[in-house]
């Protein structure tokens, strides 16, 4: 079976980008792939999104597939 991980996190990142200014959200960074830190190969389709409100408090957003 497919998961979406991929999609669901670009959609999120889209979705706080395009109304940034609209938004508390102030900084929106990019989707960071769950990858081997050596040798760079995938762990699992987990994703995650760092993001800034207007405040400065920072927020990790995480998009992972459950088994």
Same mark, same amino acid.
């Given at each position: 079976?497919?998961? @979406? *991980? &991929? @999609?669901?996190? &670009? ?5 706080? !980008? ?7 959200? #102030?900084?929106? =960074?990019?989707?960071?792939? &769950?990858?081997?830190?050596?040798? =760079? !190969? %995938?762990?699992? #389709?987990?994703? #995650?999104? &760092?993001?800034?409100?207007?405040? =400065?408090? %920072?927020?990790?957003? #995480?998009?992972?597939?459950? *088994?």
């Amino acid at each position: 079976m497919l998961a @979406y *991980c &991929d @999609y669901i996190a &670009d959609e999120i990142s889209h979705k706080f !980008w395009s109304q940034q200014s609209e938004n508390i959200v #102030t900084k929106v =960074g990019n989707v960071k792939y &769950d990858l081997h830190p050596e040798q =760079g !190969w %995938m762990i699992s #389709t987990k994703k #995650t999104i &760092d993001m800034t409100d207007e405040n =400065g408090k %920072m927020y990790r957003v #995480t998009v992972e597939e459950i *088994c």
